[in-house]
């Protein structure tokens, strides 16, 4: 079994940063891709980044997020961070971090979720 545990959400200002970390336990494995999806009240959850590294490190944005947020790994610490700048209202959302077979956007894609960590952008 493996166990997400996020930290690092909390209240910013419109035009702020902030980053959120993702610490994996449990039988984890390098080779698998992680990332991170996001919902806002009353709006389905969707797709923010995703991130694999094995011989290379590969990474997958959501257009709404693209040259804003950058996700990254640890594969030593089995840690996924997800820096977030120029942050708009439109970015309040609980954000969950995933674990999946594969770099991909689809919810299918994912074993493994977080119970999330709020973040609100204030305008």
């Known amino acids: 079994q493996v166990q997400l545990v996020e930290s690092g959400g909390g209240l910013v200002q419109v035009g702020g940063s902030l980053r959120v970390s993702c610490a994996a336990s449990?039988?984890?494995?390098?080779?698998?891709?992680m990332g991170w999806f996001r919902q806002a009240p009353g709006k389905e959850r969707e797709f923010v980044a995703a991130i694999v590294s094995r011989t290379t490190t590969s990474t997958m944005y959501a257009d709404s997020v693209k040259g804003r947020f950058t996700i990254s790994r640890d594969n030593a610490k089995n840690t996924v961070d997800l820096q977030m700048n120029n942050l708009t209202p439109e970015d309040t959302a609980v954000y969950y971090c995933?674990?999946?077979?594969?770099?991909?956007?689809?919810?299918?894609?994912?074993?493994?979720w977080g119970r999330g960590t709020q973040v609100t952008v204030s305008s």
């Open positions: 995933t674990l999946g077979s594969s770099l991909s956007a689809d919810r299918s894609n994912c074993v493994f």
């Open positions: 449990g039988r984890t494995f390098n080779s698998n891709a």
